[in-house]
């Protein structure tokens, strides 16, 4: 009789413990979406705060801006606020050096997204690194272009060697080689014939269309963006 009093204790305490691992898991569970939720709606704020800068700055081409950001999970292996948040970063010195075109800013922002991305995949570049150093160029400081590894020191005479090199290149396509240390959005389309001579220029697209890390990445920006739209009461899914 004791044995079996002791079995049905024992059988009551088992019973009594299965039933807190339940109500804990539950706990987390909750705790788990509270936490996700949370997350869309910090995002969601964010992806606003950005798209109001956006505006701001670029005026009657912001809905390039935003179309480009948009669709930055597949040509730069970026989320929406990710693109927003670098463009806006170095847009004041990108406007002033295209005389406030808005237009050609967007252009330039777009395609120095698309460089920053594709040297990050080539060159095996850490991607925030390589966003310092825009923003520095951004600023006349080009202590960061050895971030880019394009074989050019960080100084503003290495940096002058880049843009000399990229002159000769669009000299010898027949083009004006007017690109100058004096102008960002010059700075940025040196970057880019360069990247495009040693063969950079595309790589992130085409990883994305080609290679599992590639197109890893690709979802990776896509489920960010997911993420602030279901943060979006407004959004249809």
């Not at 413990?17 to 909750?30: D, P, Q």
């Not at 948040?85 to 406030?100: I, N, P, R, Y």
């Not at 102008?183 to 495009?196: N, P």
């Amino acid at each position: 009789a004791a044995a079996d009093e002791l079995h049905v204790g024992d059988l009551r305490l088992w019973e009594t413990a299965e039933g807190y691992a339940r109500e804990l898991k539950a706990l987390l569970r909750v705790r788990a979406a509270l936490g996700e939720l949370l997350v869309r709606r910090v995002r969601r704020r964010d992806y606003e705060q950005l798209v109001g800068g956006v505006e701001t700055l670029f005026g009657n081409a912001s809905d390039k801006v935003l179309q480009n950001a948009n669709r930055a999970f597949q040509t730069a292996g970026l989320s929406a606020n990710e693109y927003m948040e670098t463009a806006t970063s170095f847009s004041a010195s990108l406007l002033q050096s295209v005389g406030k075109d808005t237009k050609k800013a967007a252009e330039y922002a777009d395609q120095a997204l698309v460089d920053m991305s594709d040297n990050a995949n080539k060159m095996g570049s850490n991607m925030q690194d390589i966003q310092n150093a825009y923003q520095g160029f951004a600023k006349q400081n080009y202590t960061m272009l050895d971030n880019l590894k394009l074989g050019y020191g960080g100084t503003k005479e290495e940096m002058l060697h880049l843009i000399a090199d990229a002159n000769k290149v669009k000299q010898a396509n027949g083009e004006m080689a007017d690109l100058s240390i004096d102008s960002f959005a010059d700075i940025t389309e040196a970057i880019h014939i360069v990247q495009t001579e040693m063969g950079i220029t595309g790589t992130t697209a085409k990883e994305a269309s080609t290679t599992i890390q590639g197109s890893v990445g690709m979802m990776k920006a896509s489920w960010k963006n997911l993420l602030v739209g279901v943060a979006d009461d407004t959004q249809d899914f």
